[in-house]
């Protein structure tokens, strides 16, 4: 064993052999692999292996289609190859009407991916599948090229070709520790000794928070037992003259596959269990779980009730291993929060079928820096100081017991909250707040008219729609009033932070004390990193001279990673989180000086505190930090209390807007309005895969400034021209918004992916923005939107079709 790798892999399953072999595709082949016992030796040896297309978001979608590509690749390979059944088919099944809506959308956001499905109804289904019936059936989605391959045999190829690229593989060889020194280096620890390593890759499956363990992290991983069975020959199957296409139930909660003349099946069952959560046996390897098919009867009947062949057939082997799952189900590959030169490929819990996109997206963030989509929905920093094990845990069992029911628009399932509250949770739930999540925080989604009141979950506009044109129109004419809880928020001190901010900046932001301006942050590749608010704060009784850097409540981890990575060792910049201290009260609308007036001392007119200014003061008795800024459009104010005087700064609100008549409003009712202002999010319109000129930020560049990261890039990008640009578009339906993914089409081909939509309210239109082909970007422009399968016409109309002079938030 060599004794020094660029980068060492710890784990031997398909995330550690595909990252490996990827690493080498990305021409880095000072690479190594550890793995404690045998390849595949973990959850890999026992998958089921299917191997599907499906995605709920783009970037799965792709990930998948890389594969699929590279499993027939081995599957063809002349000198090694690798047992893979590709092209069965599959269909995923429903019985209502919004499961329905959501495979049409689903196809919809494949399409922009190259990737075709198809929307079948239940005789379909029967006819492609003979052996189900069509009792409490609608139809399906149809992925044609679904199928499953050989797990061992998969990963010895992956292994072998990266050996052939100059790759190292160490089997039986533990590692025991990992020392990381000064300059970001690491040594792992092994019982064949030690290798100096740049970068390390926790590939560990579900012994992954055991190597966190030494690391000095904990990883939001948890397993649950998985069982499935092998049936005995079925006649029906050989009478079929095909292969059987695989079959996955959200009604019965099972999936089955062929294997040779009977069918593999397995189940999701509502009574699950989690595994290892208080340690694993170092002597399990190549193992089982005990059966327990008992537990699996329920679901048992149910796949009996869709395939009547099955009571007819017997059982000849039984397989339960444990799988491993995060907190949304999604895996985490990407960078470790909070470390250097560190990465992770875990919480594959469909690791064979989409473990070879996950190991390439993966090697090219090591590699480059960044993968060539938008990580984000598999980023490891998505989760935060919430996520614990036991967290985890909770929202791994919710997941299992809805494996094949996607989640609708605007469902925040009940498992693990609430996790991150603020004094005034309660107070809101009173007063009839319906919350979201986001980031673990609880946080108002909008407010319901009765305590009885339930939305009907579906991708369709429905109850909710006249709620939030109320809190909406409440907004436009008067004022109102919400919470934003978990606000990323850093204070930035020392002499240095203007220059260090100038350097993360691609544009100019105001130094000037008292005043407020917003920024962008760059990749290396001159494309979107982040987008941050920045608050200049005055000395005062409260502090020194500051800095607050504010962004998305997602993104803490990332940015503070994004920030401390590039200090200089010479620079006097200081940075803390106050995350978790404060949040944030908005008040907005034309009334919202009037009551902040009536609540807190000073002058507030439009002459002592303009638009973009930033003052401290007393809210009632609360200390509060007030920034002129707005989202939605309207005059606001954002005002940042700490979480103790929290309490008070609101009760002062609400008592000041009674002679105004306040009224809170919710998330969805800002999502409306800032759609109507051109106003963008982080991570559904602001992607690493654009750069800020094709994302239509081009005010907030400035190319003739020093030198700042990813501007030599950008240069490069601006001379190529772009090659999509953002737009805003008029869609002509009122039954359901464009969502995130929906496939535009202009002159019979895909022209661009809508990233978000909903409903302007004060505008009266159906709003999207997309990133379109430039050739169909001009105003004007008409289109057609995929939306839920049906082609509904658009038009590019300017940027911000409500208020566009920005009059009403300078009022």
């Not at 499906?54 to 590279?70: P, R, Y």
């Not at 002062?652 to 759609?675: C, N, P, T």
Request: aromatic share 8%; hydrophobic share 40%.
């Amino acid at each position: 064993m060599r004794d020094q790798a660029r980068v060492v892999v710890i784990g031997g399953g398909i995330a550690g052999c595909s990252a490996l072999y990827h690493l080498t595709q990305e021409g880095w082949t000072d690479v190594m692999l550890i793995e404690r016992d045998e390849l595949t030796s973990g959850t890999t040896w026992h998958s089921a292996a299917q191997v599907t297309n499906f995605g709920m978001t783009q970037t799965m979608v792709g990930l998948k289609s890389h594969s699929i590509a590279l499993y027939k690749e081995l599957r063809d390979d002349p000198e090694y190859p690798v047992g893979y059944n590709h092209g069965d088919g599959g269909i995923r099944l429903a019985n209502t009407e919004a499961q329905m809506d959501g495979y049409r959308h689903f196809a919809s956001m494949a399409r922009g991916m190259g990737v075709e499905f198809e929307v079948i109804d239940a005789a379909e289904c029967a006819r492609r599948h003979p052996l189900i019936s069509t009792d409490n059936l609608l139809g399906g989605l149809w992925d044609p090229t679904d199928g499953h391959i050989d797990p061992a045999q998969l990963c010895q190829a992956l292994a072998r070709r990266a050996r052939l690229a100059g790759a190292e593989v160490n089997r039986h060889t533990p590692v025991t520790g990992l020392t990381q020194h000064p300059d970001s280096t690491w040594t792992v620890h092994t019982e064949k000794g030690d290798v100096r390593a740049e970068i390390v890759v926790n590939a560990g499956g579900y012994r992954c928070n055991e190597i966190g363990a030494m690391m000095g992290v904990s990883h939001p991983v948890a397993s649950m037992e998985h069982q499935y069975f092998l049936t005995e020959d079925i006649p029906a199957i050989a009478e079929a003259g095909h292969r059987m296409p695989l079959l996955r139930c959200p009604i019965s909660d099972y999936y089955c596959r062929q294997e040779k003349g009977g069918l593999l099946l397995g189940f999701y069952e509502q009574g699950c269990r989690t595994w290892g959560m208080d340690g694993i046996d170092p002597k399990f390897t190549n193992d089982l779980c005990p059966d327990d098919l008992d537990r699996v009867t329920d679901v048992l009947e149910g796949a009996f009730a869709r395939m009547p062949a099955l009571m007819e057939t017997g059982i000849r082997s039984i397989v339960n291993g444990p799988i491993t799952y995060t907190i949304d189900g999604a895996p985490l590959v990407g960078p470790i929060p909070g470390k250097r030169n560190a990465f992770c490929i875990i919480g594959l819990r469909a690791g064979l079928g989409e473990g070879g996109g996950h190991g390439w997206l993966l090697a090219q963030q090591i590699v480059h820096g960044e993968a060539q989509y938008d990580t984000w929905v598999i980023d490891p920093r998505r989760f935060t100081g919430h996520a614990t094990v036991e967290l985890t845990a909770l929202k791994a069992i919710e997941d299992y017991q809805n494996e094949f029911r996607f989640h609708f628009p605007h469902e925040h399932r009940p498992a693990g909250r609430p996790m991150k509250t603020t004094p005034l949770t309660p107070l809101l739930a009173a007063e009839g707040a319906e919350f979201g999540t986001v980031n673990g925080w609880e946080r108002v989604d909008y407010i319901k008219p009765t305590p009885d009141f339930s939305e009907t979950l579906g991708f369709r506009f429905n109850e909710v729609h006249d709620l939030v044109a109320q809190e909406v129109a409440a907004v436009a004419t008067s004022v109102g009033l919400t919470e934003v809880s978990g606000f990323n928020r850093f204070e930035l001190t020392g002499k240095d932070v203007h220059g260090f901010l100038d350097r993360m900046l691609c544009g100019r932001v105001t130094k000037k004390p008292g005043r407020v301006g917003l920024g962008y942050l760059l990749n290396h590749h001159g494309m979107l990193k982040t987008e941050a608010t920045i608050a200049n704060i005055p000395a005062s009784d409260r502090g020194p001279d500051r800095v607050w850097y504010g962004s998305a409540a997602a993104s803490e981890y990332h940015d503070m990673d994004w920030l401390t990575a590039h200090l200089r060792p010479a620079e006097d910049v200081t940075i803390r989180s106050l995350t978790n201290a404060q949040t944030i009260l908005v008040l907005a609308g034309p009334r919202a000086r009037d009551v902040l007036s009536a609540a807190a001392r000073g002058d507030w007119s439009r002459e002592a505190f303009p638009w973009l200014s930033l003052r401290e003061a007393h809210i009632g008795i609360a200390p509060a930090t007030v920034l002129g800024v707005s989202f939605s459009g309207e005059l606001a104010y954002e005002i940042h209390v700490p979480n103790e005087s929290l309490h008070a700064a609101y009760l002062a609100l609400r008592k000041a807007g009674e002679a105004h008549g306040l009224r809170l409003f919710g998330a969805r009712a800002v999502d409306s309005m800032r759609l109507e202002k051109g106003f963008l999010h982080w991570k559904a319109d602001l992607l690493t895969e654009f750069d800020p000129f094709e994302t239509g930020l081009d005010r907030f560049v400035k190319l003739d400034k020093g030198d700042f990261i990813g501007k030599p890039a950008l240069l490069e990008r601006v001379e190529n021209g772009p090659r999509r640009k953002l737009v805003t578009l008029a869609v002509e339906t009122s039954e359901a918004p464009a969502h995130g993914g929906a496939s535009l089409v202009a002159d019979g081909k895909i022209v661009g992916t809508v990233t978000s939509g909903d409903w302007g309210h004060r505008t009266g239109l159906n709003l999207a923005y997309a990133f379109v082909a430039p050739e169909v970007a001009q105003e004007g422009t008409e289109m057609t939107v995929d939306i839920l399968g049906e082609p509904v016409p658009a038009r590019v109309i300017p940027a911000s079709p409500y208020d566009p002079g920005f009059d009403r938030m300078r009022a």
